[in-house]
């Protein structure tokens, strides 16, 4: 009797572990037909049923079953792997500002133009949108693409740019936002700044919006999602290189986590098209040169890995980083944007939000990304990359965390896009910010003001040695 009481207790706890490790499995397989026409032409309203069959999710309880399954599979045809999870790289939301159109609210964009910017507005953290804007405000050969949590189609800033929409969640469907990240992601970039409303985007003027869907309103998404987002942006961007050869594309993706090998690959096909990809460094804090965040630490050709600078022009606190994978600064803290509006009767009202995150770094860069394209049209998204990394505002010590060593400065950019003297852009002595002021060295050579503290220091030192010498020679 007493034997029995020992073992059924034991017998028990096997038991329940078995119980317990079979409900702990579970795993989401993605699988994508290798062998299709990937570039058929898809437009806004049509359905796509047939791309939900070229990438399909197989869910599994148990290992033996997932790999049952795996057996059937023709490698030749089609390629697999877990799911991913991915999410919106927001910090935080700092505040919200008193919502309404009454007052147009750019003087609240200090990443557009620094209050701490001196009277000639070239010195400061900001990245020099205003100056670029005299060469060019924007091109409709260029389209944005925003692959995020959707966008309010009734924004006035954004809605007369959308020209193809598509949401991964419901093919066929507009794309609403239901989280207010990808709102918020746009109107940095892009938001309409000609029409006396909200605010400005980097891109002032005209410009193409199109907007993928990936990100559900807890701003999560998968590795199904996201790859549904990417093949309908390389499927549109082919239909309207078809239509017009001098069109060109950005790629703004605010969004991390962890390693796809297929969203990868299907990332480069986007950039091989020509598509210059701009992608987040994430929020962590931590070097992405030893602990890699996605899709900053893909292999995609010329892709940019933005970093998020604050209003001290020095990287955020919150910001991941890297020398060697991480490309470029730009502001990402306490930064104005779009939130999804909202209607009184038939009135809409606009509401905004300032957030912090990466995910507000990026469009800094891709709208000047979309300005150097608009400058351009001949460059391609490597040459968009070079001109981006070797325009930057020298910061000290950047050195050790992007790989340009710098701040964003799009005016620089679109000066050697166009040909034009790119000294113009340079920060002068009387810069005000607190740090990477205007006399530290520029990509194109301007003064560092280290060395001239370290003459001085030295000629004071000279002078002092001679006085002690001629004091010498008078005793």
Not at 52 to 61: D, G, M, Y
Not at 136 to 160: C, Q
Not at 361 to 378: E, T
Request: hydrophobic share 40%.
């Amino acid at each position: 009797m007493r034997r029995s009481l020992v073992i059924s207790p034991i017998l028990f706890g096997l038991v329940g572990i078995f119980f317990c490790a079979s409900d702990a499995f579970a795993v989401d397989l993605i699988v994508r037909q290798k062998k299709q026409n990937q570039y058929r032409a898809f437009q806004f309203g049509q359905t796509a049923d047939d791309r939900k069959q070229t990438i399909e999710v197989k869910s599994f309880s148990s290992e033996a079953e997932k790999n049952a399954y795996v057996e059937t599979l023709d490698p030749t045809q089609v390629e697999w792997e877990e799911k991913v999870e991915f999410s919106g790289d927001d910090v935080s939301i700092v505040n919200t500002p008193t919502s309404g159109n009454a007052e147009p609210l750019f003087g609240d964009q200090w990443a557009i133009l620094s209050k701490s910017t001196d009277a000639q507005r070239i010195a400061g953290p900001d990245i020099a949108a205003v100056q670029a804007w005299t060469i060019t405000r924007g091109s409709d050969k260029v389209v944005v693409y925003v692959m995020d949590s959707g966008i309010d189609p009734n924004a006035p800033d954004l809605k007369e740019h959308i020209t193809s929409a598509y949401d991964a969640f419901k093919p066929g469907e507009f794309p609403t936002d239901e989280n207010g990240h990808g709102t918020h992601v746009a109107s940095i970039a892009t938001a309409n700044g000609d029409n006396k409303i909200d605010m400005s985007g980097v891109v002032p003027g005209p410009v193409q919006l199109a907007v993928g869907r990936f990100l559900n309103a807890s701003n999560q998404g998968d590795t199904n999602t996201a790859l549904s987002v990417v093949e309908w942006e390389k499927e549109d961007f082919i239909s309207r290189k078809n239509a017009d050869p001098e069109i060109r594309a950005v790629s703004i993706n605010s969004w991390s986590g962890a390693y796809s090998a297929m969203l990868e690959r299907s990332l480069n096909e986007f950039a091989e098209l020509g598509a210059a990809i701009i992608v987040s460094a994430g929020n962590t804090g931590k070097n992405n040169d030893e602990t890699g965040s996605y899709p900053c630490n893909f292999k995609v050709k010329a892709i940019i890995c933005v970093a998020a600078s604050d209003q001290n022009d020095v990287l955020a606190d919150f910001s991941a980083y890297g020398p060697h994978s991480v490309h470029i600064l730009a502001p990402g803290k306490h930064i104005l944007g779009l939130t999804p509006g909202h209607f009184s009767g038939s009135t809409y009202t606009s509401d905004h939000q300032y957030k912090d995150g990466t995910s507000q770094a990026v469009p800094h860069v891709g709208g000047g990304a979309a300005l150097i394209f608009a400058a351009n049209l001949k460059l391609t998204n490597k040459d968009v990359h070079d001109i981006l990394l070797s325009s930057v505002d020298r910061i000290p010590g950047a050195e050790k965390q992007v790989v340009s060593a710098g701040r964003l400065n799009v005016y620089r950019a679109v000066l050697v896009a166009t040909g034009r003297d790119p000294s113009l852009a340079d920060r002068g002595f009387g810069a005000t910010e607190a740090s990477g002021g205007g006399c530290s060295l520029s990509a194109n050579g301007s003064f560092d003001f280290s060395l001239i503290v370290s003459f001085i220091i030295l000629s004071g030192m000279l002078f002092l040695m001679r006085r002690k010498n001629l004091a010498k020679l008078l005793d």
